[in-house]
């Protein structure tokens, strides 16, 4: 029994190594994250999306095309970079890096979609295309800027305020011991009589 239960592992193994190797990669295979790197997203303030493309395959990704249209005209104001990119290749087993900068109008919750690459499998004129999407960062909480200010300013006006509010009750104290002192030390000075 035990015999059998091994025999049907040792097969089984077998036929996992057999698939793994009949599944390598021949063409080109891109992988795509799209990441915000900002740690507070806030109204009229930048924010930094960055794609990372990573070629897997054995053979060049050809005519890469990367396609965001998850930040629309009304909500985002493009500031670096483009949207829309183009990579003329990337070489097998290499990656890529491409960073946009957009400044968004309004406040409330914004759902981060996928972006869209598609690519040519490899060089070869007749090399199908493919197209994929990348990672989704999901639904992000844009912060409006007066609410930001108030949690993360250095709140120079407030110090100030504060402290014209309490010059008083220590120059008023200071003062009337200065005054003290003055007259005691009149009253205490030897008058020189020749």
Known sequence: MFRKIGIFFAVFAVG???????????????????QILNKY??????????????NIGKAPA?????????????AFEIVGGHLSTKFARIPPESNFTHVVVVRPNRF???????????YKLSDAPDAKTQVSYSSEPGEGGIVAFRDFDKKFS??????????????????????LWYNSKSAYEKL???SKKH
């Open 41 to 54: 997203l806030v109204q009229g303030k930048d924010i930094e999306v960055r794609y990372a493309i990573h």
């Open 16 to 34: 996992l190594c057999l698939d793994d190797k009949a599944g390598d990669i021949q063409g080109a295979r891109l992988l795509v994250s799209k």
């Open 188 to 190: 205490n000075k030897p």
């Open 62 to 74: 050809v005519n890469v095309q990367l396609t965001d249209v998850g930040f629309n005209s009304e």
């Open 154 to 175: 250095a709140h120079y006006w407030d110090w100030l305020a504060f402290a014209v509010m309490t010059l008083p009750s220590l120059a008023i104290p200071v003062m």
């Open 108 to 118: 409330g919750f914004f759902n981060f979609t996928s972006s869209q690459i598609s």
